[in-house]
């Protein structure tokens, strides 16, 4: 059974750092992408930043603040958040997909960023 394990959300002042990590576990199945997603209170959940093999692509609203980055010996995938603005307080969510296109999505944890 495929587990996606999120850590790293919290509370911080506008203008600060956090790191978000998922790690990926109980598939046979080799990772196609990794990605993470956010939903603010009343949004519709969107695409933050997703990374397939070497690429890697951001939204434009966390472009030069935000950077994904993958370990595939450990299938994990973070998140470096940098210069945090109140309209990054969020739930954020991982996604992987494997390979035959399987999805799954991590449980979400929350960032909150204070003003």
């Known amino acids: 059974q495929v587990q996606l394990v999120e850590s790293g959300g919290g509370l911080v002042q506008a203008g600060g750092s956090l790191r978000l990590s998922c790690a990926a576990s109980?598939?046979?199945?080799?990772?196609?992408?990794m990605g993470w997603y956010r939903q603010a209170p009343g949004k519709q959940r969107e695409l933050v930043a997703a990374?397939?093999?070497?690429?890697?692509n951001y939204a434009d609203s966390v472009k030069g603040r935000f950077t994904i980055s993958r370990d595939n010996a450990k299938n994990t995938v973070y998140l470096q958040m940098n210069n945090l603005t109140p309209a990054d307080t969020a739930v954020y969510y991982c996604?992987?997909?494997?390979?035959?296109?399987?999805?799954?999505w991590g449980q979400g944890t929350q960032v909150t960023v204070s003003s």
């Open positions: 990374i397939t093999g070497g690429r890697s």
């Open positions: 996604k992987v997909e494997y390979e035959l296109l399987h999805e799954y």
């Open positions: 109980g598939s046979s199945f080799s990772i196609n992408a």
